[in-house]
Structures are given as C-alpha cells and as structure tokens.
C-alpha cells in the first residue's frame, strides 16, 4: 500500500482500492498508516462482509481451487504456493488478463 499511496501523491490523483474486511487488512498497525494514505491521495473502501458476489477475486479463488488446484496432493506449502502461482498465471493467460507478482518486503504481525 505504500508504493500505492506513492504513486498517487507522486501523480497528483486520487487512488482507491477495494478490499474484501480480510484481518490482514484492518490490523491495528494498518490502521494506524490509513490517515498517512488518505493525506497521499490512497483510499481504501471496503466491501461489505460476506458479500462475495461484490468480490470478484473470490470467484477466482472458487475457479482456481476447482480447476487448477483440483485433485492435487502437495508436499509442503511451497509446493502449494507455486501450485497457486502457476494456477493464477494460466488463469490469465486463458482470460487474456495480465498477472503480477508483488513481493511484500515486511511481515506485518497481527
């Protein structure tokens, strides 16, 4: 979210993001960086709860654990995490969609 809010203050234009009510996403130590963002031109809006049809990344995740992931045994989590990325990639590839990875440079504790 900090390289959103930056890219927005540095744009000069407002930025919203929609968010599903998941706990890493109003942990107490990202509520405290939600007034910074707002004054960088970030805004947050979150769906309402359980409220999946309003959420399209659920539909994905639905579409990827029946499809891709779907009668696969993994040994480890890596094996599942690379199962997941190499699910998430075809999706797009498929539905002519890009796909990004971001790599997430502190863990935040909640």
């Not at 744009?11 to 004054?39: M, S």
């Not at 409220?51 to 990827?64: F, G």
């Not at 971001?102 to 863990?107: E, S």
Request: with cysteine; net charge negative; aromatic share 10%.
């Amino acid at each position: 979210m900090e390289r959103e809010a930056k890219e927005a203050q540095e744009a000069g234009r407002v930025r919203v993001i929609v968010q599903d009510n998941g706990p890493i996403h109003r942990c107490k130590e990202v509520q405290q960086l939600w007034a910074k963002w707002e004054k960088m031109g970030l805004y947050l809006f979150f769906l309402p709860k359980y409220c999946s049809q309003m959420n399209p990344i659920e539909l994905e995740w639905q579409h990827l654990k029946k499809d891709e992931l779907s009668g696969q045994m993994f040994d480890d989590e890596l094996d599942l995490a690379y199962a997941v990325i190499n699910g998430v990639e075809a999706r797009g590839k498929r539905g002519n969609y890009t796909t990004e990875r971001i790599k997430f440079d502190q863990a935040v504790s909640y």
